[in-house]
């Protein structure tokens, strides 16, 4: 397996025949090797299917004074799922570039008492891919949410930029 750089997605020409699954373990290898903090938040990929990615992490290892979760780590958990998804997108199409949150914007709605589980869908982005292929850069606005006993508990709203690399 490829080591990437971390906000990197640098895909060879075969990256266009990888399958999602491989793509996923890319992404978690990638997660592992060059970005520590995913170790500490015990972030996994729980599932993926082209439009919509879940990121799953325990609560113990992420909780406040309260028992509840931890600000920071909902909104790193949130940041890195849209990170992530981007990043999958990109593969998914073969494509290389440079990923980075260029504004990230999140609310705390409810305390967070369970699980943590990260969830961002990925709508009609065309217009960003055609002017990625024009000018080289391109920003995907990307919403992740994240639940508790049911009910929207942390809505993160972020920007993402991506530079293609030639």
Request: charged share 25%.
């Given at each position: 397996?490829?080591?990437?750089?971390?906000?990197?997605?640098?895909?060879?020409?075969?990256?266009?025949?990888?399958?999602?699954?491989?793509?996923?373990?890319?992404?978690?290898?990638?997660?592992?090797?060059?970005?520590?903090?995913?170790?500490?938040?015990?972030?996994?990929?729980?599932?993926?299917?082209?439009?919509?990615?879940?990121?799953?992490?325990?609560?113990?290892?992420?909780?406040?004074?309260?028992?509840?979760?931890?600000?920071?780590?909902?909104?790193?958990?949130?940041?890195?799922?849209?990170?992530?998804?981007?990043?999958?997108?990109?593969?998914?199409?073969?494509?290389?570039?440079?990923?980075?949150?260029?504004?990230?914007?999140?609310?705390?709605?409810?305390?967070?008492?369970?699980?943590?589980?990260?969830?961002?869908?990925?709508?009609?982005?065309?217009?960003?891919?055609?002017?990625?292929?024009?000018?080289?850069?391109?920003?995907?606005?990307?919403?992740?949410?994240?639940?508790?006993?049911?009910?929207?508990?942390?809505?993160?709203?972020?920007?993402?930029?991506?530079?293609?690399q030639a």
């Amino acid at each position: 397996m490829r080591v990437l750089p971390t906000a990197t997605t640098d895909m060879s020409d075969s990256a266009a025949s990888l399958t999602r699954d491989e793509l996923c373990r890319e992404l978690e290898a990638l997660w592992r090797e060059r970005i520590p903090l995913t170790r500490a938040l015990g972030v996994a990929l729980r599932r993926f299917d082209d439009a919509t990615l879940e990121l799953a992490a325990d609560l113990a290892p992420n909780v406040n004074i309260h028992g509840t979760g931890f600000a920071g780590s909902l909104y790193s958990i949130s940041a890195l799922c849209g990170w992530s998804m981007i990043h999958l997108q990109l593969g998914l199409r073969g494509l290389a570039g440079s990923i980075v949150l260029a504004e990230g914007r999140i609310r705390y709605l409810r305390p967070v008492t369970e699980e943590i589980v990260a969830v961002c869908l990925f709508d009609d982005h065309d217009a960003a891919f055609t002017e990625l292929a024009h000018s080289g850069r391109a920003r995907f606005p990307l919403t992740a949410k994240i639940a508790s006993a049911g009910k929207v508990a942390v809505e993160f709203e972020g920007d993402f930029a991506v530079k293609s690399q030639a």
